[in-house]
């Protein structure tokens, strides 16, 4: 990026076509689409993973003429009045102070229990003419839900759910700006089901340096847009296609990449699940690749975790419908000791809550 500013180079054009945006755009198809054999079609929209969420669902609307999304309990997908539609949690959604509308929400996998099919009930509701479902235009999901608490469908799900969206002339969005770009060990979320989505968003990591940037992927026979009908100021942010075709060219090209993040995942979950046996009020792990959830017995207990990391220098969030997952996201890039560093201050924090507990017992 750096060089690239010493260039005299365009950094804001609007979304006009600029070497930088060429170079990106070829090098994503070079090194991401073509090695999966993978067609779509890039839109860039406004820099907010939101906004790239109301495109998707904007263009599935048009496409099909249909209105109706249907979304999965505990998902989120951002807080404009289109994503948060689509976003189960009622904080975000009674913000908007306004009713939202256009969506029904279906229990994502898992949801009821190992031992309830949750898409059965789906397929059911969508047959039934007598539901009270109008036919979407589109399924929207995560295939793990970051903010609802590392929930991660099966592949079985995934897969069948595409089964029951292409037999229904449904689209399929899958949202992947928070476990894509590598999270889960491949670049694309789905690929461990070997499903492709009619449509992809991407944001978060994409531009491997945290600067603003949106992609929208779309089947060739998706992208319908007249010129500019999703319009805005900042869809070509140049700095962030530059670092963005860096982080492509430097990570994506190595298949030793995926495989750390595989190893990686492991460890974390290994560790995780040590703890998980040892601590008391660790409930449960949840993990894929270099996500990786530990489920608390409450939001206190997450939140005092989490405030003792940040005293200790570690900054970690909470997740989940009460927040009481402790969602770890390490930098696909850290080394050993920088995990390790990572890790030994979460177990300080919870080794300290614990004998907190116990003395505030006796
Ligand atoms: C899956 C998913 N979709 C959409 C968004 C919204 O992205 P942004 O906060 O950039 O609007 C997020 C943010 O956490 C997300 O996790």
Redesign the pocket.
């Known amino acids: 990026m750096l060089a690239y500013i010493d260039t005299n180079c365009i950094v804001h054009c609007l979304d006009m076509a600029t070497e930088a945006k060429l170079h990106f755009m070829e090098t994503f198809e070079a090194v991401i689409l073509q090695p999966r054999q993978l067609e779509y079609k890039l839109q860039f929209t406004g820099?907010?993973?939101?906004?790239?969420?109301e495109a998707a669902l904007k263009i599935a609307r048009q496409k099909t003429g249909r209105t109706n999304i249907i979304c999965f309990t505990n998902?989120?997908?951002?807080?404009?009045a289109g994503?948060v539609a689509a976003t189960g949690n009622g904080k975000f959604r009674q913000a908007t102070g306004m009713p939202l509308g256009n969506t029904t929400f279906m229990p994502y996998c898992g949801y009821f229990g190992k031992d309830v099919d949750t898409l059965a009930q789906l397929e059911q509701l969508l047959d039934d003419r007598s539901s009270g479902i109008d036919k979407p235009a589109a399924v929207l999901l995560?295939t793990v839900?970051?903010?609802g608490g590392v929930n991660a469908a099966t592949v079985r799900w995934l897969r069948r759910l595409r089964e029951i969206c292409r037999e229904r002339d449904i689209l399929m969005i899958v949202?992947?700006?928070?476990?894509g770009c590598g999270r889960t060990g491949q670049f694309f979320s789905f690929e461990l089901a070997c499903i492709e989505p009619d449509i992809v968003?991407l944001?978060?990591s994409l531009s491997g340096y945290g600067l603003?940037m949106?992609l929208v992927l779309l089947k060739p026979d998706v992208d319908i847009w007249e010129p500019a009908a999703h319009n805005g100021t900042f869809r070509g942010n140049n700095l962030a296609f530059v670092t963005a075709t860096q982080a492509l060219l430097s990570y994506w090209q190595d298949p030793h990449f995926s495989r750390s993040v595989f190893s990686r995942g492991t460890e974390i979950y290994d560790r995780l699940q040590a703890w998980s046996e040892e601590y008391p009020h660790v409930k449960a792990v949840r993990s894929r690749g270099m996500i990786a959830g530990l489920v608390m017995d409450s939001a206190a207990s997450a939140d005092a975790i989490s405030e003792a990391c940040f005293r200790a220098g570690l900054i970690i969030e909470t997740c989940g419908p009460a927040g009481e997952v402790i969602k770890l996201l390490p930098p696909l890039t850290i080394t050993s000791e920088e995990l390790e560093e990572g890790l030994s201050i979460i177990e300080r924090a919870i080794i300290d809550s614990t004998s907190r507990r116990r003395k505030a017992s006796h």
């Open positions: 820099p907010t993973g939101t906004n790239a969420v998902a989120f997908h951002g807080v404009t994503a995560e839900q970051g903010e949202d992947d700006i928070q476990v968003t944001s978060k603003p949106s």
